[in-house]
């Protein structure tokens, strides 16, 4: 069986939803910045729109 898949406003484009729960990780600074892959860092405000995501806090 797949994973879930979502369309995350960072890339623009579908994600697995465990991409996901490591990006919010990532944001909300519970693993480093470093393990974030650079395709989600393009936007200058990647934090703020991952916070106001409506999947942050699913
Ligand atoms: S919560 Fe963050 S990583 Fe997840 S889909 Fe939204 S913007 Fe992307």
Same mark, same amino acid.
């Given at each position: 069986?797949?994973?879930?898949? %979502?369309?995350?406003?960072? =890339?623009? @484009?579908?994600?697995?939803?465990? &991409?996901? %729960?490591?990006?919010?990780? =990532?944001? @909300?600074?519970?693993?480093?910045? &470093?393990?974030?892959?650079?395709?989600?860092?393009?936007?200058?405000?990647?934090?703020?729109?991952?916070?106001?995501?409506?999947?942050?806090?699913?």
């Amino acid at each position: 069986m797949e994973g879930n898949t %979502i369309l995350c406003p960072l =890339v623009d @484009d579908i994600i697995e939803d465990i &991409e996901c %729960i490591e990006n919010r990780d =990532v944001v @909300d600074e519970m693993i480093t910045e &470093e393990s974030l892959p650079n395709k989600y860092k393009r936007k200058s405000n990647w934090k703020e729109i991952c916070r106001k995501c409506k999947w942050h806090n699913y």
